[in-house]
């Protein structure tokens, strides 16, 4: 009697305990969309910080020009206080001017350590710190063409097919701590292939000007996707593709010296 109720028993056991567990395999399932459905947006991006010692410039940071030996003379991570920054200096060759870039979105074979949507996250928020100015410096003059500190936003115009990042035509904005140039005009340059094939758009930006705050650590913020609406007159048919930095002397023939750091994309 015992055996025939336990037989009884066992067989409509089996549906509930059958349901409760397909009922739990599809909760597991289902949360994880759930979840990442109600996580909010972070309020921002961080594309560089310097803050492992020097081996992520090394790493992500590349030039067009310049082998590593000639970018170490004018770019070292350094640290002071505790803090760790990027250190541009032209004092031990004044004819040098190396721009340094970083992939801030992915490119054919190349892959960007962050993504950076512009239309989510479209202010760009940096420090820097400039030391020393590159005398009579001024981006309006194409002899005395040198920035005491610059930062580039770069877009690709459009995507050529089978061509790497470097060699695609481009429009750029230039953030400048300018040494003379007055901080209500900007400038525009254009490079064209054979003399009339433009390929390359920069429009000059000035921040800063002169002496003011020399030696201090300044917060800048711009909002990329209303200047690149602004100067261009379109939006921008891509997000960035890397943000570059430049301290130079070459035009001048004298000394520029700068730092760079906390380059962070922002939702506002």
Known sequence: ?????????????????????????????????????????????????????????????????????????????????????????????????????????????????????????????????????????????????????????VFFKRKLPLLSWKYQPYNIIKYVWSAEMPLHRYATREFALLGFIPIIKTVYRPIRSGKRDLGKWVAEKRNVLKDYQKYFNEPPKYDPILIAILTDSNDTKSTSIADYDNFIALKE
């Open 1 to 153: 009697m015992i055996s025939l109720m336990t037989a009884k028993t066992k067989t409509p056991l089996a549906f509930p305990l059958l349901a409760i567990g397909c009922s739990v395999v599809l909760i597991a399932i289902a949360l994880p969309w759930f979840g990442s459905a109600r996580q909010p947006r972070p309020d921002r991006i961080v594309l560089e910080t310097f803050d492992d010692k020097g081996a992520g410039f090394k790493r992500n940071w590349k030039t067009r020009r310049g082998s590593p030996e000639t970018v170490n003379k004018v770019y070292q991570v350094t640290s002071e206080r505790g803090r760790r920054f990027l250190r541009a200096s032209t004092r031990s060759d004044h004819s040098l001017s190396i721009q340094a870039g970083k992939l801030v979105n992915s490119h054919g074979a190349h892959t960007a350590q962050v993504s950076w949507k512009l239309r989510d996250y479209p202010v760009l928020s940096w420090e820097w710190r400039v030391h020393q100015l590159p005398r009579g410096g001024n981006e309006l003059v194409d002899d005395k063409n040198d920035s005491a500190a610059g930062v580039y936003v």
